[in-house]
C-alpha cells in the first residue's frame, strides 16, 4: 500500500516538484486507520485534487490521498418533503458532485459549478464563489480523528467556518470521510452577485441549469484551466478593511468594490488592487499573473515552487506599500 520518494508534481495543480518520503492511497477507512496506525510518528499530510496546495521543498513524512468513493441520497423524515440530504464521500470530484444535483433539480450547490478539486477538501477551505459559500449547504462531516484513530460527526456549528476557513483546515487534526450535505428540491433565483446578474439578465426566471451554464461560462472566460496552463486559483483571500480605511482608498480610487459585512468591516477585492498595483497579466520570470484575472497567480514552467513564493511575495510588498492593506494567501505552500 506504501510508495517510497514519490514525485509530487502530478498531484499539485502547479506542477511544483517534490518527493514525498511515503504515499498511500487507501480506498476504505479500515485501510485509512491503518495508514495512521502504521506510521505513528511521521509528519502527515492529507490531500485530494491537490488543487489548492503545492510544494516549495520535498516532504519529509506520509502523505495520504484518500480513495473514497459514493454518493447516497438519505432520508430525514421531518424534512424530506423541501430538502434533500445526500452524503457525499470525501474523493468524489466536486464538480461532478454539483452536476449531479442540478441534474436531479437539488439547488444548493449550483453556484459553486466548475470549482476544481474533491468534495473532502470543499469544508476545509469552506470554498466559495459568485455570492455563496459551502457552509450555507453543509449539515455535518464525518472525519476521522488522526490521534485517536476515531471516526467524529461534526454538525455544522462544529466545522466552526469562516471565510475561507475551518477547524479541519486550522487544525490538521482530521482527515474528511465524507460529508452530509443538505440541498432544496425547489430553486428561485435569487440576484447575489453582479457577474452572474449581468450573465442571466436576458433571462426573466433563470433554473437552477441556466445558473450552473452561466457560473460555467464565467469561469471558462476568466480563468485558465490549471491541467493546461497550471494554477491554484485564486491565490489570495479577499481582504477585510475598516470603513474608514474604505473611505480614504474611494477617494482615490472611486471604482474600489465594497462589501459591507454584519460586523462593520468591509470586504473589498484582491484582484482589484493587484490589477491597480500593476500586476494583471505581468510576468516575472516563469510567473505571473493571468491575463484575464489579476487573482489567479499561472506557473509557465517552474519545477521550483519557491518561485512561486517569490512572486506571490512582491505582489503583496508591493499591495502593501501602495494601499497599506495585507494580502493574505488562501492557497497552502508546503
Known amino acids: 500500500m506504501y510508495k517510497q520518494n514519490v514525485q509530487l508534481k502530478e498531484y499539485n495543480s502547479f506542477r511544483t516538484e517534490a518527493y514525498a518520503k511515503l504515499f498511500c492511497e487507501p480506498e476504505n477507512i479500515a485501510e485509512l486507520k491503518q495508514c495512521i496506525a502504521d506510521y505513528p510518528t511521521e509528519k502527515k499530510l492529507i490531500i485530494g485534487g491537490g488543487c489548492n496546495l503545492f510544494f516549495t521543498h520535498d516532504f519529509d513524512g506520509l502523505i495520504i490521498k484518500p480513495k473514497l468513493t459514493g454518493i447516497t441520497e438519505v432520508s430525514d423524515e421531518e424534512n424530506e418533503d423541501e430538502d434533500i440530504f445526500i452524503e457525499v464521500m ?42 455563496a459559500e459551502v457552509k450555507d449547504c453543509i449539515k455535518e462531516v464525518i472525519a476521522l480523528d488522526i490521534n485517536t484513530h476515531e471516526v467524529l460527526s461534526f454538525s455544522n ?3 466552526e467556518f ?3 476557513d475551518s477547524i479541519f483546515k486550522r487544525t490538521n487534526k482530521y482527515i474528511i470521510i465524507s460529508v452530509v450535505f443538505q440541498l432544496k428540491r425547489t430553486y428561485s433565483y435569487k440576484p447575489k452577485y453582479f457577474d452572474l446578474n449581468k450573465e442571466l439578465e436576458n433571462i426573466a426566471f433563470p433554473t437552477i441549469k441556466d445558473v450552473r451554464e452561466a457560473v460555467i461560462r464565467i469561469r471558462e472566460r476568466k480563468l485558465p484551466d490549471h491541467k493546461k496552463l497550471p494554477n491554484c ?3 489570495f ?18 471604482d474600489l468594490p465594497v462589501y459591507p459585512q454584519h460586523d462593520g468591516k468591509i470586504k473589498t477585492s484582491a ?3 493587484i490589477d491597480k498595483a500593476g500586476f494583471k497579466g505581468k510576468q516575472i520570470g516563469n ?5 484575464n484575472q489579476a487573482l489567479i497567480i499561472v506557473n509557465y514552467g517552474a519545477s521550483d515552487g519557491r518561485e512561486i513564493v517569490k512572486f506571490a511575495q512582491t505582489i503583496q510588498d508591493t499591495v502593501k506599500d501602495k494601499f497599506g492593506i495585507e494580502l493574505e494567501p488562501e492557497v497552502r505552500i508546503f
Open 162 to 164: 469562516a471565510y475561507r
Open 90 to 131: 470525501a474523493s468524489e470530484d466536486w464538480d461532478n458532485f454539483v452536476n449531479y444535483c442540478v441534474e436531479k433539480g437539488f439547488s444548493g450547490l449550483e453556484n459553486l459549478s466548475l470549482i476544481p478539486g474533491t468534495v473532502g477538501a470543499s469544508p476545509v477551505q469552506n470554498i466559495g464563489a459568485y455570492g
Open 271 to 273: 484582484a482589484f488592487l
Open 237 to 254: 483571500k479577499n481582504p477585510y478593511i475598516s470603513k474608514e480605511k474604505s473611505e480614504e482608498l474611494i477617494k482615490i480610487h472611486f
Open 233 to 235: 486559483g485564486s491565490f
Open 287 to 291: 510567473i505571473g499573473t493571468y491575463k
Open 157 to 159: 456549528s462544529e466545522c
